[in-house]
């Protein structure tokens, strides 16, 4: 079975598109719902996120790759929809599980039921006072009434099962407080699962300010609806889409992984090598940027380019006709993306350019436009320090999502041909083609960017130009220990130009320059920094290497 995973946008309240059987009897249950399940739900996960002081966000992701977004919305719309034409439409509200005061201490610590900080003195009063689990307090978990249960009980006998879940933003998901996972909590993984046991026609809403990994929830439930976060109008909102009386058109502005294992390090900002972003990520994503739902479709046919050969100063305009195939009235996000077909640079797989959501009745066709620079199709050339249009082909990619490409063209472009690298005038370190453990740092507190390397780390620079004048390597550097630079070429490994002592500068922001005398070389190379030892550099030139 696959789910759908429908973003609520801004707009998702502002139109009703559906007239229903019987009005009053359909506000009256909305109502209901907001007053009982919704409003009720977000202020529970409220309390139990403060009583329990602990987090149990973790990311949410859905999948959204071409076909399968298609695929899996007509069961999972066809469920909604057969509810909500029922007449009589009962509702379970599931609470999170009551626990005793015993059983969230107990929840702290898990393996052998001890707060290692938690006190008790002899009033009564808990004190964080202990500082090795001997010294703890330590208490027995007693289940009084176990809210899972009642909930798998209420659920047996509704129509549908609506499971509210998600984040606390005032405890976790802070400037200040990253996440060690990104799955639900244990406890509220569990319940949806017990639900889904219970009732097949079970809803998922969450609410959470950044992605999840839902894998087992877009496998086994009927829909997932996701918000962030919202006000005081979510529930309205919420019931709004549930009962079908607005049609969702909401966009994921990030791309939702399976799974952790596909991120890099956290600390890991380089996005080109650590294949981060819809820009670079290489494997299926659970849901991809741009993706959203909505309970109508919609087809793209006729992909139009205003000129397949453009300069730099054109306008590169496409238009491309959008139908509603669906059964109602909708919102579609057309998205509009480019690949760079060629380059000296590691270019994006594709990147968004512009978007145009645009309102569709049931059978209703439009011919959509979107128009950008052809400047806006430029990228930063390290070697020079300036924005650059390539001479290249252009893919030209328009669809329901990154993911979701429906139509494609291509485009020529006569920009530049980025010549051979030069180092014989100063070079920001920070400018690499590639590397391998180096840190982007500040180069003082004031201002600046440098590199910070440890032993064996190394920078490469790319198809660089060196003369055969070329006599000596100089550096600005800072370290604390001392350590020193080989220059080398087309390998980490490889031959070996020069070796550069670093000193002892006092301190990582107090630089100094360190010179060495170069090899005889000449020709074109990939000249790569290897560095021994903790240091820091901001600057480096090869003298005498230009053409």
Wanted: net charge neutral; aromatic share 6%; glycine share 8%.
């Amino acid at each position: 079975m696959g789910s759908t995973l429908s973003p609520i946008s801004a707009e998702s309240a502002s139109t009703t598109d559906e007239p229903t059987k019987s009005p009053a009897r359909r506000q009256s249950i909305k109502r209901r719902v907001v007053r009982l399940v919704l409003v009720p739900s977000v202020v529970a996960l409220l309390l139990w996120f403060i009583a329990s002081g602990y987090l149990v966000f973790q990311g949410f992701y859905n999948r959204a790759v071409a076909q399968s977004v298609r695929q899996v919305s007509i069961p999972a719309v066809a469920a909604l929809s057969s509810i909500q034409q029922e007449r009589r439409l009962t509702v379970a509200y599931l609470a999170r599980p009551s626990r005793d005061l015993n059983a969230l201490l107990a929840q702290r610590s898990r393996t052998d039921k001890q707060v290692a900080d938690l006190r008790v003195a002899a009033d009564g009063a808990l004190a964080l006072t202990a500082t090795t689990v001997a010294d703890a307090a330590r208490f027995r978990k007693q289940v009084i009434q176990s809210g899972t249960d009642a909930a798998v009980a209420a659920a047996k006998g509704a129509d549908a099962a609506i499971v509210v879940v998600g984040s606390m933003p005032f405890i976790n998901g802070r400037e200040d407080h990253d996440r060690t996972a990104m799955a639900l909590a244990e406890g509220q993984e569990a319940l949806v699962q017990a639900v889904r046991a219970a009732n097949p026609h079970t809803i998922v809403v969450v609410e959470t300010s950044y992605p999840m990994t839902l894998t087992w929830e877009q496998d086994n439930v009927s829909a997932i609806v996701w918000t962030s976060h919202a006000g005081q109008e979510t529930g309205h909102a919420l019931a709004g889409v549930l009962f079908g009386d607005v049609n969702p058109a909401g966009r994921l502005t990030q791309t939702w992984v399976r799974s952790t294992a596909d991120l890099p390090d956290i600390l890991d900002y380089d996005i080109i090598k650590a294949k981060r972003t819809y820009q670079y990520f290489e494997g299926q994503p659970l849901y991809a940027f741009g993706h959203g739902l909505s309970f109508s479709t919609f087809r793209y046919r006729d992909l139009r380019v205003s000129d397949h050969s453009l300069d730099p100063g054109d306008h590169l305009t496409v238009q491309v006709e959008v139908t509603n195939t669906g059964e109602r009235a909708g919102d579609e996000v057309v998205q509009l993306y480019t690949h760079q077909n060629r380059s000296r640079d590691a270019m994006p797989g594709k990147q968004l350019r512009a978007f145009e959501r645009v309102h569709l009745e049931r059978g209703q066709s439009k011919t959509v436009r979107l128009t950008i620079p052809v400047s806006d199709l430029a990228h930063w050339d390290v070697t020079r320090d300036r924005w650059v249009v390539e001479a290249s082909t252009h893919d030209v990619m328009v669809g329901a999502s990154s993911a979701d490409i429906r139509e494609r063209a291509t485009v020529t472009v006569h920009g530049e041909h980025i010549p051979a690298r030069s180092l014989d005038r100063e070079t920001r370190a920070i400018n690499f083609d590639d590397h391998r453990g180096v840190e982007l740092v500040d180069e003082s507190k004031a201002f600046g960017d440098a590199v910070g390397a440890t032993e064996g780390d190394w920078l490469r620079f790319s198809d660089v130009e060196l003369s055969r004048r070329a006599t000596a390597f100089s550096a600005e550097v800072a370290s604390t220990g001392g350590g020193s630079i080989e220059v080398r070429l087309d390998d980490p490994a490889g031959r070996l130009l020069a070796t550069a002592q670093v000193p002892a500068t006092g301190g990582v922001y107090t630089y100094a320059t360190t010179m060495a005398t170069l090899a005889a070389t000449g020709g074109r190379h990939d000249v790569y920094l290897v560095f021994h030892g903790a240091l820091r550099i901001s600057t480096f030139a090869i003298e005498g290497s230009g053409r």
